[in-house]
């Protein structure tokens, strides 16, 4: 994939158009979807804000170096539909860098994705807890914040994130339903990166008046929920970026994947956040398009099978990219489960093991929930590995439920990378070590016995895929645009529609044209370049702004500009100008004051704007500075560590 944007360019116009205030460095952002910002202003489309880096010596409010908040937006739906190409509205940047952040000149990078109060405001926060308000879906469209103060209750840290508490862990569907009714559910969570992990709270939201930051508090009843949980132990899953998605099944969900800290630099698997109200807390299960890479599995035993005494030592020619899925009995009496992977038969080549320590079948009266514990280690014999596991295993607990009879594991290898998932994402650890590209064996085991119910193995498909495979793919998600309705004339896909109650505009035929461009130049005849050339003497603030703008105001003949502006929308911004006109085959400026629109013979209109596609099944994504927007979620998986994980980091914009 191209790059999506670069530091101090606009690389969506021909040639390329400055961008003074993000010359240093474009950093990790977030998007939201907003109705109003779809193809010209007519229906839901995604509003990317993300960091940037400004350096006085080009923006001078940068005292000398600090952080400001910046928009970018899709160039063309109809178009690319993949949203590779991306363009920075002539109104950035949105939020300048504050004058009492100059010591922590960093302070605003990372904002959250936007979330949407009940009266319609939507508010932000970034790195040292700041908050930041928008009044409208029309002012999130249109780069308009202000700062209303840092959050009490938001702790600074990186990659932050606040969404709405998501649906309910699958198979507990009921108790979430009763607990929602009752209104005692928590409302909100909240997510950090820190210290090279990740973590996350569960709370409620009193949202406050309109401009104010709100609180976020303990739910009576979830008190033990507000306290920080790890999201992934081990020290390797970091900086993770979550977004709401469509769902295969037509709903909404929300996703999360993290970066893993390792030498190749790679996406996690993406998993589906969900909420269980039985074993109170989080859960994280891989999405279900991850079922879609299997091959033909391979049983590692018959069901039924009695572990205790005896290991099952199984080979397997594609064990380094592949998934295991386990399901035993939850035995009556403590039992240990344990899954070793091995470069041979014999311990010496044992790379990795994870068990679970099963408390046994709670007897009557005992707690609701027993506590097991999980536990991974990699053996790296000189190899990258974890960074913690070198120090011990990695270890977390696991809580289950009195009613449950049969837990779930899931662990999948991706040549460099080693995922483990247990009882549906209760429990999810992330480690890495370049000895699993070797492992070839894979042995069961229990210490007293355990019951298996089943027990496959599948080899793992490329998860690389191609941009027409993409749009082919049956789509779960509409947006809300008239099909085939292009945007009003002279307006720039993503841009604001002029007012309803806009007066009418003076629209110029031919000879008028010709009498309003006397006095202007063409440039360039060869280029066929316009631009408002204004007078030495010129005393109006209007000319005089086109003067210090004069490049800008120009566009290139029959430049194809995504349905209008390019550097001249740019430049007409600058100089205060409302609307872009068409003529011929050029763009001209037109002065807002003179409520002025140039008339020409419309462009033919664009194809209907196709539906956004269905997050393709295997695609790779990009690295962790800025992953692509456009990468759906299945896209961002296990990039770097093998076939099936996708390799290579891009400089695009992060989703979520």
């Excluded at 363009?87 to 979330?115: C, I, L, T, Y």
């Excluded at 603030?541 to 929308?569: F, N, S």
Aim: with cysteine.
């Amino acid at each position: 994939m191209p790059v999506a944007l670069w530091n101090g360019l606009d690389a969506s116009t021909h040639p390329p158009t400055l961008t003074p205030y993000d010359t240093l460095a474009c950093w990790t952002g977030s998007a939201v979807v907003v109705d109003g910002a779809g193809p010209g202003g007519r229906g839901r489309g995604v509003v990317q804000l993300y960091p940037a880096l400004c350096d006085a010596r080009h923006w001078p409010g940068c005292r000398p170096q600090g952080t400001l908040l910046a928009h970018a937006v899709p160039t063309d739906y109809a178009t690319d539909p993949l949203l590779t190409r991306w363009r920075k509205p002539a109104f950035n940047p949105v939020m300048q860098p504050r004058h009492e952040a100059m010591d922590a000149p960093w302070a605003d990078r990372d904002p959250s994705s936007p979330w949407r109060c009940s009266t319609g405001e939507w508010r932000l926060r970034t790195f040292d807890g700041s908050v930041y308000v928008s009044d409208s879906d029309e002012h999130v469209v249109g780069g308009v914040w202000r700062a209303v103060g840092k959050a009490k209750d938001f702790k600074e840290g990186e990659c932050p994130s606040f969404y709405p508490l998501p649906g309910p862990a699958r198979g507990f569907e009921p108790e979430y339903s009763a607990v929602a009714a009752s209104g005692r559910l928590p409302t909100h969570v909240h997510k950090l990166s820190w210290h090279g992990r990740d973590f996350w709270q569960v709370g409620t939201y009193l949202e406050g008046p309109r401009g104010s930051a709100g609180r976020f508090v303990p739910t009576r009843g979830w008190e033990e929920l507000a306290e920080w949980r790890e999201i992934s132990p081990g020290d390797v899953f970091y900086a993770s970026k979550d977004a709401e998605y469509p769902s295969v099944g037509g709903g909404t969900r929300r996703v999360n994947w993290g970066w893993a800290r390792l030498r190749t630099g790679m996406q996690t698997l993406p998993r589906q956040v969900v909420f269980n109200p039985v074993t109170r807390g989080l859960e994280q299960p891989p999405i279900d398009e991850m079922e879609a890479l299997r091959g033909r599995p391979t049983a590692v035993a018959p069901p039924g099978t009695q572990l205790g005494g005896v290991t099952l030592d199984v080979p397997f020619a594609q064990l380094s990219q592949s998934e295991l899925l386990l399901t035993v009995d939850i035995p009556p009496r403590p039992a240990t489960l344990t899954v070793a992977y091995y470069t041979d038969g014999g311990p010496a080549g044992q790379v990795l093991a994870c068990s679970v320590a099963f408390p046994g079948r709670a007897p009557v009266g005992a707690p609701a929930l027993q506590a097991a514990r999980v536990s991974c280690s990699l053996d790296c014999a000189g190899a990258e590995c974890n960074p913690r596991a070198l120090d011990g295993p990695v270890q977390a607990d696991l809580f289950l439920a009195a009613r449950e009879g049969t837990a779930e594991l899931r662990l999948f290898v991706d040549h460099s990378v080693a995922e483990v998932f247990v009882a549906r994402g209760r429990v999810a650890l992330t480690l890495g070590s370049a000895r699993l590209h070797d492992v070839s064996r894979l042995s069961l085991s229990a210490k007293n016995s355990m019951s298996l119910r089943s027990a496959q193995v599948f080899p793992l498909r490329s998860i690389w895929t191609d941009p027409e495979t993409v749009r082919a793919a049956p789509r779960v998600f509409e947006p809300d645009v008239a099909a085939g309705a292009p945007p009003p004339p002279g307006v720039p896909w993503g841009e604001p529609r002029p007012s309803p109650g806009a007066p009418p505009r003076e629209c110029l035929d031919a000879a008028a044209l010709a009498s309003r461009l006397a006095g202007r130049t063409r440039l360039d005849p060869d280029q066929g370049e316009w631009c408002w050339m204004v007078r030495e003497d010129a005393a109006n603030p209007k000319e005089a702004c086109e003067e210090r703008y004069v490049e800008p105001c120009c566009a290139t003949l029959g430049e194809d500009t995504g349905g209008g502006g390019g550097r001249c929308a740019a430049g007409c911004a600058l100089c205060s100008y409302e609307r872009v006109g068409r003529v011929g085959d050029s763009y001209h400026c037109v002065a807002g004051a003179e409520q002025l629109l140039l008339c020409a013979p419309p462009p033919p209109p664009p194809p209907p704007p196709p539906a956004m596609v269905a997050p393709p099944r295997g695609l790779a994504g990009g690295g962790r500075s800025f992953p692509s927007i456009n990468d759906s979620v299945a896209a961002q998986a296990h990039q770097g560590g093998g076939d099936a994980a996708a390799g290579g980091a891009q400089g695009a914009v992060t989703v979520g």
